[in-house]
């Protein structure tokens, strides 16, 4: 499947009907998703026949992207129990098979470590709750095999790879995206905003 057919599949897919801001819950977009997720398979071989776990899926788009590229399994893990009917929603509308769980990811995540090959996100960006983004991270290090993928403001570019790398991990962008936030809650006084994020994949040592 070509990026912009990926793209293209991604379109139909629904985001939150009442998103949470204490959770920082924004929706990806299926031009993000599909350039992240596509970078995975053509860059790296990270989704063809690879067992995935989308943690924060919301409405499932990433995990979907996943399994639409061949991936052996999908997981998605995410507390928002109506996020959650959302992602199963899609998944039935994209005729995909995705595993759903509801799980807080930085308490009391169920995977096993080691129990999947790749992880990948759109974490919280940490805006409201600082240090949730690396939590997110580091939850998805200890499941996975070998790498995390995950969205990160490029204004904490720095902390993000220096964190990683004080606890052995390997952190390298692999593209530079736009992200655009619509106007979804109350204290939005825009439209919406572009903001400058990276692409980021987290290496495991000893697994590339």
């Not at 995935?52 to 996943?66: P, R, S, V, W």
């Not at 991270?137 to 499941?143: D, I, K, M, P, Y």
């Not at 490029?154 to 692999?174: D, F, L, N, P």
Request: aromatic residues 8%; negative net charge; hydrophobic residues 45%.
């Amino acid at each position: 499947m070509r990026l912009w057919e990926l793209e293209a599949e991604l379109q139909g897919i629904r985001s939150f009907a009442e998103p949470k801001i204490e959770w920082e819950q924004y929706p990806t977009s299926a031009h993000i998703a599909a350039h992240m997720i596509y970078t995975m398979d053509s860059s790296f071989d990270d989704i063809s026949d690879n067992v995935i776990a989308d943690f924060g899926c919301g409405g499932g788009i990433l995990g979907i992207a996943c399994d639409l590229l061949g991936a052996a399994h999908v997981v998605g893990v995410d507390i928002d129990s109506i996020a959650l009917d959302v992602a199963r929603r899609n998944a039935d509308t994209a005729e995909v098979d995705i595993d759903l769980i509801r799980a807080d990811i930085c308490g009391s995540c169920p995977l096993r470590v080691n129990s999947v090959d790749v992880v990948v996100m759109n974490p919280p960006f940490g805006t409201r709750n600082k240090g949730v983004d690396m939590g997110f991270v580091f939850a998805g290090l200890r499941v996975a095999r070998k790498a995390v993928y995950s969205l990160h403001k490029s204004s904490t570019r720095a902390h993000v790879v220096r964190s990683a790398e004080k606890h052995g991990y390997g952190a390298t962008v692999v593209a530079e995206l736009r992200y655009d936030i619509p106007a979804m809650y109350k204290f939005h006084k825009s439209r919406s905003k572009d903001i400058a994020v990276d692409f980021i994949r987290f290496s495991i040592p000893d697994s590339g």
